[in-house]
């Protein structure tokens, strides 16, 4: 068949039936046959046969010509009315098609659009001459934008080999334009742009930024990640700081990306009062992460340098085993509080190992422990120091008694640096204990619940003439638990249940007294009413007999979940082994005293308390949350009394409150606030207000801490911090505007 001048129009089905599956080389190039193909195919003709071409590239690529007519003349093929060419991932939507056989060019009037990269990257353009693959050629009045985040603008747009994207005199931004605000926010024009799609750079040549269409400074090379990528050297968004203590200054975080799984953050902090080099290097291992965190600081407030080191990492080691470090280390103990990286008073290092299944649990770990209280400076070589723990437990079914049986195998020790008699003891223990328990459930529903256990202490201690060098202790325990769950369903739909608890337990130690190292401390909680023993550590065990009872009561419906819990325990005889705040100083415990609500998943209320006898409180804690859709907020109020034990010389009760609040659509305010009831005055105070939108995110901070005591001062701490459009952690869901 021969065409010599137009042959008929192709309709838009029928070329799609024709062409689909084939390399867009080949449909532009045999363009006769393909005529002669589909014709044939719509007229009712068998379905030919086609060859598969290849690309100018030298690879297949899946293909698609969609168009509302097809026609040839001579050399050419026009393709117009909503043209669609699918070539692999990359779409190329125009009014008009030219494609010059002889040439092997592309002629396109639009409105163009080419996108690539499953939409990564979108090129729009009034004209443009491409080749046949689509990766060289040149745009008139184009605009390439990437991710739906930033576009750049530009007279003129060439693209090189698939991979460069060459603009010229552009205009580049990640703000929208509306009719009434026609200039951004911010802008970077340029008298040359190259977008390299490959490693997703965009290099800049002759840059100039402005704010609201004002130039602020001019830069001859820029380079710049595309937000398609998420890890690039290169510079984060910066911070002003403002500090009472340290003064005003600024932070540049410089990001070095070190290969696929390591990087490195430098962040240099300079002020009119300090000069700080703050360091992160992170890594990712096959089996477990790296953190390093430090920072060098040569301030007024001290004549030498200052700083602060934490290491955290994790590693499976094979076998099951997790291997975990958390090193912690300061130059002087407010240093930490000063540059706001850490707010307790204890740094805590640890070392551990630890492996667990469904039968065994071993757990190893080193502790370093260093004070960052004042009152605790001038005593801190009589502070346990480094200390110890390993312990093994397996459980198993005996197939005699049936139930569940265990041993455990266990060991610490504590060193204090001091040399001195008592004030400087140290003591190390190791311990076995074996034990059995069963349940059964009888009559209506009563279910009973039996435990016994034996454990043998031994301990070896230096530096106290109180104790021998080496004592030992057995400590044989059994309790007995009856329960009556119950449960009903009330006439609008709720589910209710209700349970007592009773429970008799009994243990006893013999041999020799050993110091008290890791029981000082005990906390009366729900978790450990009926326990043989309150006491946090192994140095002190439960004696005698004690009887424990309970009351739990939940009621759930559509709306609400809220419960109750009630407890006490009775003894015997005086423990005085426990401090007056733990509530167990008596033979009658205080009442244990526990309710929580939750209100539509939106309100929820948590509260536990410890009353005595003379129903005065020993301690209390509630929290509430709070949380709807354009605000969230979370109360704590904690008291506890006065106790010389536990070195607390006045009561403690505190108001802690953290909260966030939508105020329009792109302000957000966060507030944090702590007040001391005792000394009648805030501890803490702090606001942040952050405005974003899909163009740029200024974040301001204030916050004010009022500790007055010989090595910390109150402070007051202003920053602010800016970020640009795709470069300053927006997401793309944050919603655009028009003007602030």
Not at 90 to 111: E, K, Y
Not at 475 to 496: C, D, F, M, V
Not at 707 to 724: K, Q, V
Request: glycine share 8%.
């Amino acid at each position: 068949m021969t065409l010599n001048a137009v042959t008929p129009a192709l309709t838009r089905t029928a070329l799609r039936h024709a062409v689909s599956g084939f390399t867009l080389a080949s449909i532009l190039a045999g363009a006769p046959f393909w005529m002669g193909s589909a014709t044939a195919q719509t007229s009712g003709a068998p379905r030919p046969t086609a060859q598969t071409g290849t690309s100018q590239s030298g690879t297949e690529q899946a293909t698609a010509l969609l168009a509302d007519s097809v026609n040839f003349t001579g050399t050419q093929l026009i393709a117009s009315g909503n043209v669609e060419v699918h070539y692999g991932t990359a779409v190329l939507t125009a009014q008009r098609i030219v494609f010059d056989r002889a040439s092997g060019s592309l002629t396109l009037d639009g409105p163009i659009h080419l996108s690539d990269n499953n939409g990564a990257t979108v090129i729009l353009a009034s004209a443009a001459q491409l080749d046949t693959d689509l990766r060289n050629g040149i745009l008139t009045s184009a605009r390439l934008v990437i991710d739906q985040q930033f576009q750049l603008a530009a007279q003129s747009m060439q693209r090189i080999d698939g991979r460069y994207t060459q603009l010229s005199h552009t205009v580049s931004s990640a703000c929208r334009i509306c009719e009434n605000s026609p200039i951004p926010v911010w802008q970077i024009r340029a008298k040359e742009v190259v977008h390299d799609g490959l490693t997703r750079q965009i290099y800049f040549t002759d840059a100039q930024f402005r704010l609201w269409g004002v130039p602020v400074f001019f830069l001859p090379r820029l380079r710049l990640p595309d937000p398609t990528l998420k890890r690039a050297t290169g510079f984060l968004v910066p911070e002003l700081r403002s500090s009472s203590d340290l003064g005003s200054g600024i932070q540049i975080p410089y990001f070095i990306a070190i290969g696929d799984h390591r990087d490195l953050t430098v962040s240099p902090y300079l002020s009119s009062h300090t000069r700080t080099l703050d360091l992160q290097y992170r890594q990712a291992y096959r089996t477990g992460t790296l953190e390093v965190t430090t920072a060098v600081t040569n301030d007024d407030t001290q004549d030498d340098l200052r700083g602060y080191m934490f290491v955290q990492g994790q590693w499976d080691i094979g076998n099951d085993l997790n291997f975990g470090i958390d090193l912690r280390a300061t130059s002087d103990i407010s240093y930490l509080l000063d540059y706001d990286v850490y707010s307790g008073d204890r740094l805590t290092s640890r070392i551990w190992v630890d492996r667990y299944s469904a039968h065994n649990a071993f757990d190893a770990q080193l502790t370093s422990i260093r004070t960052l209280r004042d009152s605790e400076v001038a005593i801190e070589d009589t502070l346990p120091f480094l200390l110890g723990d390993i312990s093994y437990k397996h459980q198993y079914t005996p197939q005699s008694l049936g139930g569940t049986a265990w041993f455990e195998l266990s060991g610490s020790g504590y060193y204090r640096t001091s040399d001195d008699d008592i004030d400087g003891m140290d003591v190390m223990r190791a311990s076995a204990e074996g034990g059995w328990k069963n349940s059964t459930t009888f009559g209506p529903g009563f279910r009973l619940d039996g435990m016994t256990s034996v454990t043998v202490d031994t301990y070896a201690i230096t530096q106290n003439s109180s104790y021998d060098s080496l004592v030992g202790r057995v400590t044989p325990a059994a309790q007995l638990r009856l329960s009556y769950p119950l449960e009903r369903i009330t006439k609008s739909g709720a589910h209710q249940t209700i349970e007592p608890i009773a429970q008799l337990s009994w243990a006893d130690s013999y041999g020799s007294a050993v110091p008290n190292s890791d029981s000082v401390l005990t906390e009366f909680d729900f978790g450990n009413l009926f326990s043989t023993s309150q006491f946090a550590g192994a140095d002190r065990r439960g004696e005698g007999v004690r009887g424990a009872f309970g009351l739990k009561f939940t009621h759930t419906n559509q709306r609400a979940i809220y419960g109750f819990s009630f407890g006490r325990i009775i003894a015997l005889q005086d423990d005085t082994n426990y401090t007056q705040a733990s509530g167990l100083s008596q033979k009658a415990s205080d009442y244990l005293i526990g309710a929580s609500m939750q209100l539509d998943q939106n309100l929820l209320i948590n509260s536990r308390a410890l009353v005595d006898s003379d129903l005065s409180l020993t301690k209390w804690e509630t929290r509430l949350d709070l949380i709807r859709s354009r605000y969230n907020i979370g109360l704590v109020h904690s008291y506890v009394i006065a106790d010389a034990d536990e070195n607390r010389d006045t009561d403690l009760s505190e108001l802690s409150m953290d909260s966030t609040f939508q105020i329009k659509d792109n302000w957000t305010a966060s507030v944090d606030y702590r007040y001391d009831f005792e000394e009648s005055k805030a501890a803490s105070a702090g606001l942040e207000l952050e405005y974003s939108n899909e163009c740029a995110r200024v974040k301001f901070g204030v916050s004010r801490r009022f500790t007055d005591t010989d090595s910390l001062d109150p402070t007051t701490n202003y920053s602010i911090a800016i970020g640009f459009g795709a470069y300053g952690n927006q997401s793309q869901s944050t919603q655009g505007t028009c003007g602030i």
